[in-house]
């Protein structure tokens, strides 16, 4: 009796044990997988341009008056039309940028996915920045996206009234590039989306177009886009 006991205990530490097992391999099968570490990539080191390119079409100016670091600040004057781009090209990325009018709030814009080739107009996506406008997407000659119906124009407006701070204040415009779809906040405002985008990696770059200008938080972070 006392042998029959024992079995039965043994038969039922066995049975909880691999039961314990088996839970514990379908809930490792079944698990998902942890989320892939990224780190912010800085663009801007807030000290000089290391890593970033002044494009001027109009080589008699000298580069460094028109982009320059004072304060920590990225500056440009806005003229001539030019734009400073990463040396890096880059794909899937979350993109921050904050800027704010020195003076007179005028144009310039963020281009997104330059390719190599350089000029005033570059192949790309644009983020506007003109003011008030912040948020409008332009395709660049070259390129297209879905949301551009009226082929006439290749501007695509903003969804939403401007969401702008007043001159002097500082603005944010967060940017996610997620394979060919390009989804544009303006300070924590949903303001545009393209899909199907035609260029989907290249260079970014700050425009310098109609007055002084100021960048800081110039950064991206990666994103893992792939289901």
């Excluded at 580069?63 to 320059?68: I, M, P, W």
Aim: charged fraction near 25%; glycine fraction near 8%; charge should be negative.
């Amino acid at each position: 009796m006392k042998t029959f006991k024992l079995t039965i205990s043994g038969l039922l530490f066995f049975v909880l044990v691999f039961s314990c097992k088996n839970t514990a391999k379908e809930s490792t099968d079944t698990a998902p997988p942890p989320p892939q570490k990224t780190e912010k990539i800085e663009l801007f080191n807030g000290k000089d341009l290391t890593g970033l390119t002044v494009y001027i079409e109009d080589e008699t100016y000298n580069k460094d008056s028109v982009f320059f670091v004072k304060d920590g600040l990225l500056c440009t004057t806005g003229f001539p039309n030019g734009y400073i781009k990463t040396d890096g090209v880059y794909e899937n990325y979350k993109l921050n940028v904050e800027w704010r009018w020195v003076n007179e709030p005028v144009n310039s814009g963020v281009f997104l996915h330059k390719t190599e080739e350089d000029g005033i107009w570059p192949v790309c996506i644009e983020a506007q920045l003109w003011n008030q406008n912040a948020g409008d997407l332009v395709a660049m000659p070259g390129t297209k996206f879905k949301e551009r119906v009226d082929t006439t124009s290749i501007i695509v407006k903003k969804y939403e009234e401007s969401s702008e701070k007043p001159t002097g204040e500082w603005n944010q415009y967060e940017i996610i590039c997620d394979g060919d779809n390009i989804t544009v906040y303006v300070n924590g405002v949903l303001q545009n989306k393209a899909t199907e985008v035609s260029v989907s990696k290249g260079h970014i770059c700050l425009q310098s177009e109609g007055g002084p200008l100021e960048f800081r938080n110039f950064y991206l972070t990666p994103i893992d886009n792939k289901e």
